[in-house]
């Protein structure tokens, strides 16, 4: 097993970057990613503990970019280093804009009458603040009874609480990991929600600015949808990539390296990954 799409509490899973690498040792894991959202701070922690354990790894990051449309597009990035310096300053614009996009959403949930205050979230967080936290403290508030039903309710696009991420578009954030000595992958494009004459022609369009992957391998995409992703991927000269998007207890259907036991991610996409990055 591999898994290249994985998320620490340095983002908005529940475990640090060292308890990935420690239990994807335990889970017989080949070779690993953390690829955190618009943050790389967790991964000189996971290089270190992934050297010490001597297990394959590589650094990685997942920026969420605009797209029109009712879908939403994420972009990895895979590096060999964590000294990533320049795109560390753009993740630092975004993230200022993130603190920002907190505390508006913080004062809608008060104009619904939801006693709620970033003092007391930004306690129950050890990492990067986003919606799933303040999810759970709505949960834990007694305000909804899931953490869906926070999403559904309040905090998902179109609910009365939610305000619109600071984006950059996908031209920008593939020429960012690009300049970083990146390769930029398309992840999960089933959430794009784009016919696949669309979304192969969208691949094509990204792939002349300079996209070199799609992540065929996905929990949510189905054999058939896999197959047409990697046979996409075959015709466009781009990678192929797969991950879990494990994020501890955020997620809990969600198991590292097997997604929801439906994953067999091939070593290859590894190794090709690798075989690339080695040349940048």
Same mark, same amino acid.
């Given at each position: 097993?591999?898994?290249?799409?994985?998320?620490?509490?340095?983002?908005?899973?529940?475990? *640090?970057? *060292? $308890?990935?690498?420690?239990?994807?040792?335990?889970?017989?894991?080949?070779?690993?990613?953390?690829?955190?959202?618009?943050?790389?701070?967790?991964?000189?922690?996971?290089?270190?503990?992934?050297?010490?354990? +001597?297990?394959?790894?590589?650094?990685? @990051?997942?920026?969420?970019?605009?797209?029109?449309?009712?879908? =939403?597009? =994420?972009?990895?990035?895979?590096?060999?280093?964590?000294?990533?310096?320049?795109? $560390?300053? @753009?993740?630092?614009?975004?993230?200022?804009?993130? +603190?920002?996009?907190?505390?508006?959403?913080?004062?809608?949930?008060?104009?619904?009458?939801?006693?709620?205050?970033?003092?007391?979230?930004?306690? +129950? @967080?050890?990492?990067?603040?986003?919606?799933?936290?303040? &999810?759970?403290?709505?949960?834990?508030?007694?305000?909804?009874?899931?953490?869906?039903?926070?999403?559904?309710?309040?905090?998902?696009?179109?609910?009365?609480?939610?305000?619109?991420?600071?984006?950059?578009?996908?031209?920008?954030?593939?020429?960012?990991?690009?300049?970083?000595?990146?390769?930029?992958?398309?992840?999960?494009?089933?959430?794009?929600?784009?016919?696949?004459?669309?979304?192969?022609?969208?691949?094509?369009?990204?792939?002349?600015?300079?996209?070199?992957?799609?992540? &065929?391998?996905?929990?949510?995409?189905?054999?058939?949808?896999?197959?047409?992703?990697?046979?996409? &991927?075959?015709?466009?000269?781009?990678?192929?990539?797969?991950?879990?998007?494990? =994020?501890?207890?955020?997620?809990?259907?969600?198991?590292?390296?097997?997604?929801? +036991?439906?994953?067999?991610?091939?070593?290859?996409?590894?190794?090709?990954?690798?075989?690339?990055?080695?040349?940048?």
């Amino acid at each position: 097993m591999i898994d290249l799409h994985v998320h620490s509490n340095a983002s908005d899973g529940t475990f *640090s970057p *060292s $308890e990935l690498v420690y239990l994807a040792k335990k889970e017989g894991i080949l070779a690993l990613a953390i690829t955190d959202h618009d943050t790389i701070s967790g991964l000189k922690e996971g290089y270190k503990t992934a050297l010490e354990e +001597n297990l394959p790894f590589l650094c990685g @990051v997942e920026i969420s970019v605009k797209i029109d449309g009712p879908g =939403h597009f =994420h972009l990895l990035g895979y590096f060999l280093t964590p000294e990533l310096n320049e795109l $560390e300053e @753009v993740l630092t614009k975004l993230k200022i804009a993130r +603190n920002e996009r907190n505390i508006k959403m913080i004062e809608k949930l008060r104009s619904l009458k939801i006693d709620i205050t970033l003092e007391e979230l930004m306690k +129950n @967080v050890k990492g990067e603040i986003g919606r799933p936290h303040i &999810a759970k403290l709505l949960v834990k508030k007694g305000v909804v009874k899931t953490f869906e039903e926070a999403f559904e309710k309040y905090l998902k696009k179109g609910a009365p609480a939610y305000v619109p991420k600071a984006l950059l578009s996908p031209e920008e954030a593939i020429k960012i990991i690009l300049k970083a000595k990146g390769v930029p992958v398309m992840a999960h494009p089933f959430t794009l929600n784009l016919p696949p004459l669309k979304l192969k022609n969208y691949l094509l369009k990204l792939k002349e600015v300079g996209l070199q992957g799609v992540e &065929a391998y996905y929990p949510e995409h189905t054999p058939q949808y896999t197959k047409f992703l990697i046979e996409c &991927a075959q015709e466009l000269g781009l990678l192929v990539t797969g991950g879990s998007d494990f =994020h501890g207890e955020n997620k809990p259907h969600l198991f590292l390296g097997k997604g929801k +036991n439906n994953l067999k991610i091939p070593f290859e996409c590894f190794t090709q990954l690798l075989k690339i990055l080695e040349k940048l």
